[in-house]
């Protein structure tokens, strides 16, 4: 009975063939795609493409850019007060309805006081006098008022904080233009109380005295 050999694997025909398969796998590695772990990322979107430094410097110009809304609202309040300013000192030489209210008033004491009698430079002093004076204190008030908060403002940015961005010119020009017309008002004011303009009137002296 005839038998037929059986096949016999030999130990380096197999140690051969794995060393080929994993030389195979290691020139796949070395061809193929990079790994997750040759730690390359992506660029940012709109910054592909562009120099890391150029990066940077476009990051920098945002940041510094100025908000147009912080722009907007630098100087309302300075030139609210300049303008409030000038206000107040169109007021003092145009005069208010506060000093007309106050002279009828005194107008009308001195009517009052002088009901039951009295000499006629009295009654000058009494009714017209006292109501010039007052309405020459009203102005003078304004005046004042308006002379004060004119130097506020443009003395301003040399206390507290300093401001990022230097007053603009319109605020100090309006409050300067109040500040002015301050003076002017008080100067006025003052010449109408000591009677510098007009005096007041005097009585007559009675015929044959």
Known sequence: MNTTPSKTTNPDETDAAEDAAAKDVLAKDTTGTPSEADGSTEAPDGLAGQPE?????????????????????????????????????????????????????????????????????Q????????????????????????????????????????ADRPQPAWVRAVALAGVALGVLGVLISAAMYVDLFASLPSAGTPAGG
């Open 53 to 121: 430094g150029d990066a940077d410097d476009a990051v920098q110009d945002e940041e510094l850019e100025p908000d147009p809304f912080e722009t907007a609202r630098h100087g309302v309040g300075a030139g609210a007060a300049a303008v409030v300013s000038a206000a107040l000192g169109v007021v003092a030489l145009t005069g208010a309805w506060t000093g007309r209210v106050a002279a009828e008033r005194e107008t009308l004491i001195g009517q009052i006081k002088t009901s039951g009698g009295g000499s006629a430079a």
């Open 123 to 162: 009654q000058i002093s009494e009714i017209y006098g006292d109501a010039w004076h007052t309405t020459a204190l009203v102005n003078g008030v304004f005046a004042v008022l308006a002379l004060l908060v004119g130097v506020v403002v443009l003395v301003r940015p040399a206390f507290g904080t300093p």
